[in-house]
T-cell receptor, first 112, second 110 residues
């Protein structure tokens, strides 16, 4: 079953804690992306990666970090420096930067 | 910086009526424009992609037009059904970055 898998579906963060959101794809796509969605707003790009071992900051990278050690995996860490982390986080992938992006089902992060 | 606007923010129609969803963008130097569907609490599903050289794209009951020079796209959904109820997002690609509108939430009443 090809696609993008995000886990967990729901995540709770305590004050001062780092949490990591998982994103795995078996589509053999080179490019992967992380977006944040807040109510009433469009998706905003956090980080993107065009190829293994390379990634670039998006519009709202502060307080987040990523790694791309394997083609199929692009985990996102929400650090304690991100003061307003409550949001819906979406991972996407595409063959390249100009092609259709395919999305995972999302992770909803809340603060305890 | 690319700004994408979708009007209206919400729309409610009776079943069978045609839907017209609007999207406008400020920078016309786009590579392509994509329309997505999002169900509550779910990820995005790609509906249509229009390359910058195209004027329209069709898939089943869906038709999307693109007027790059005026910075506008319209998504038409013919003969709406309750299953079409969802939020529809448009996104434009330029400088290798996808910029999204906030979406139009559609309710189709049975």
């Amino acid at each position: 079953d090809g696609g993008i898998t995000q886990s967990p579906k729901y995540l709770f963060r305590k004050e001062g804690q780092n949490v990591t959101l998982s994103c795995e794809q078996n589509l053999n796509h080179d490019a992967m992306y992380w977006y944040r969605q807040d109510p009433g707003q469009g998706l905003r790009l956090i980080y993107y990666s065009q190829i293994v071992n390379d990634f670039q900051k998006g519009d709202i990278a502060e307080g987040y970090s990523v790694s791309r050690e394997k083609k199929e995996s692009f985990p996102l860490t929400v650090t304690s420096a991100q003061k307003n982390p409550t949001a819906f986080y979406l991972c996407a992938s595409s063959i390249d930067r100009e092609s259709i992006q395919y999305f995972g089902a999302g992770t909803r992060l809340s603060v305890l | 910086k690319q700004e994408v606007t979708q009007i209206p923010a919400a729309l409610s129609v009776p079943e069978g009526e045609n839907l017209v969803l609007n999207c406008s963008f400020t920078d016309s130097a786009i590579y392509n424009l994509q329309w997505f569907r999002q169900d509550p609490g779910k990820g995005l599903t790609s509906l249509l992609l229009i390359q910058s050289s195209q004027r329209e794209q069709t898939s089943g009951r869906l038709n999307a037009s693109l007027d790059k020079s005026s910075g506008r796209s319209t998504l038409y959904i013919a003969a709406s059904q309750p299953g079409d109820s969802a939020t529809y997002l448009c996104a434009v690609l330029n400088d290798y970055k996808l910029s999204f509108g906030a979406g139009t939430t559609v309710t189709v009443r049975a």
